[in-house]
């Protein structure tokens, strides 16, 4: 199994729902990572998560919560969210966070917020 | 700060053609250098580089990085209307972790 698995690859949500988007791998990678593209932008780092713990926030807002129960499974539990937020969530793994051995995206999670 | 820097934004070329996409970069604590070619979903990768002059090939694409001047290209010989696509350069930067910085991307349309 080479791929990383985002689920559900769609999802409109009100601004006073909860939900979560679930990324999932079985490559034996120890790092994984959040993305958010806006249309038309490049992917913008959110979470990394190495060794299933949190090193990196990039100044996320707290209505994103990440969430690693095991090194096979990543979650963003979405709160609260604003229409702003409307984007394709993606989803990455690599073996162990230095890329070197390679980096895979998830097929994304097209949100949005209304 | 660190960035990364590719062009051109958009280019526009018939079936057959051949292009070169431009990624220029400033980091600190190089790591590597990958391209990635997005179309609807995912960006799909296609390469990773972190030697200089070292070509890497895969059918009709290829590309190489220059390290002391701090670019890398990718070629696409022969293209065809399914290469039409975004392709991004992204560049793994700093300590131990697997940071990306991505450009903004090079918006690829092939023209039958």
């Known amino acids: 199994d080479t791929e990383v698995t985002q689920t559900p690859k769609h999802l409109v949500m009100g601004m006073t729902n909860k939900k979560s988007l679930k990324c999932e791998q079985h490559?034996?990678?120890?790092?994984m990572y959040w993305y958010k593209q806006k249309a038309k932008k490049p992917p913008e780092l959110m979470f990394v998560y190495s060794y299933e713990k949190l090193s990196i926030n990039e100044s996320v807002p707290s209505r994103f919560s990440p969430e690693c129960p095991n090194s096979s499974l990543l979650n963003l539990h979405l709160h609260a969210l604003q229409p702003e937020d409307s984007a394709l969530y993606l989803c990455?793994?690599?073996?162990?966070?230095?890329?070197?051995?390679?980096?895979?995206f998830g097929s994304g999670t097209r949100l949005t917020v209304v | 700060e660190d960035k990364v820097v590719q062009s051109p934004l958009s280019l526009v070329v018939h079936e057959g053609d051949t292009v070169t996409l431009n990624c220029s970069y400033e980091v600190t604590n190089f790591r590597s250098l990958l391209w990635y070619k997005q179309e609807k979903k995912a960006p799909t990768f296609l390469f990773m580089l972190t030697s200089s002059g070292i070509e890497k090939k895969s059918g009709r694409l290829s590309s190489i990085l220059d390290k002391k001047e701090l670019f890398s290209i990718l070629n696409i010989t022969a293209t065809q209307t399914g290469d039409s696509a975004i392709y991004l350069c992204a560049v793994n930067y700093g300590g131990s972790q697997g940071n990306l910085i991505f450009g903004k991307g090079t918006k690829l349309s092939v023209k039958p």
């Open positions: 990455a793994s690599s073996q162990d966070g230095t890329v070197f051995y390679g980096y895979t």
């Open positions: 490559m034996g990678h120890r790092a």
